[in-house]
């Protein structure tokens, strides 16, 4: 079921908190809410500028922020939000769409609620800023809230601050997906059963 569109919640980060690693853009509190049809364009573009941002680094003369990379994304997003199994977060800030995350419901392989992460992206401009940790937040209180038991997601091989993210957050690789040596993807897992141990300081 997608949460309902009153169900956001607010993040702050007081002075003391080691939230964001560096500055935000502006000092207004994130606001993570349902996505709706309403948001699929700023989503589309935000997904578009960080996929780009992270192939760069390995395929430096590629262009992926383009308008054909923008229409897939698009389309991707539109059949995720129009899909009932798959609910949707975006993270706001001062009304504009920063971040957004969908996971789906799976059974694990004993039977029990389990969750596909299946995206989780901030616009580069706001990495480092908490964005990422509050959305991976939100997903947790639903996943919480909803039984699961264990989570997992694939995350590109050469992402190395993806993978470093959510190390911190106690994702840890899956023993039985072994990647094989030419792998693209490491698949991750988290054990939604105890409780997660408290992140190490930084940002997303």
């Known amino acids: ?31 993570v809410r ?3 049809a309403a948001d699929l364009a700023a989503i ?9 941002a992270y192939h760069r680094a390995r395929f430096p003369d590629t262009p992926f922020d383009v308008l054909a990379e923008r229409a897939r994304r698009h389309d991707a997003w539109s059949r995720d ?5 798959t609910p949707a977060f975006c993270a706001t800030r001062r009304g504009t769409v920063v971040g957004a995350a969908s996971y789906r419901h799976r059974a694990d392989d004993r039977h029990r609620p389990a969750v596909t992460l299946h ?23 639903a996943w919480h809230a909803a039984g699961v038991s264990r989570a997992v997601l694939d995350v590109l091989w050469h992402n190395h601050r993806a993978r470093a993210f959510y190390t911190r957050l ?4 899956d023993p039985h997906r072994r ?13 939604l059963t105890t409780p997660p141990a408290a992140p190490a300081p930084a940002g997303r």
């Open 1 to 31: 079921m997608r949460p309902a569109p009153d169900e956001g919640f607010q993040v702050r980060a007081a002075p003391d908190e080691a939230l964001p690693i560096r500055p935000a853009p502006d000092e207004t509190a994130l606001l």
């Open 34 to 36: 349902a996505a709706t």
């Open 44 to 52: 589309a573009a935000l997904h578009t500028g960080a996929r780009a």
């Open 81 to 85: 939000l129009d899909r009932g199994d």
């Open 119 to 141: 995206q989780l992206h901030v616009d580069p401009g706001h990495w480092g800023t908490g964005v990422g940790l509050a959305l991976h937040h939100a997903c947790l209180r």
């Open 170 to 173: 106690g994702w840890r690789p």
């Open 179 to 191: 990647p094989a040596p030419d792998a693209t993807h490491l698949t991750l897992t988290l054990d």
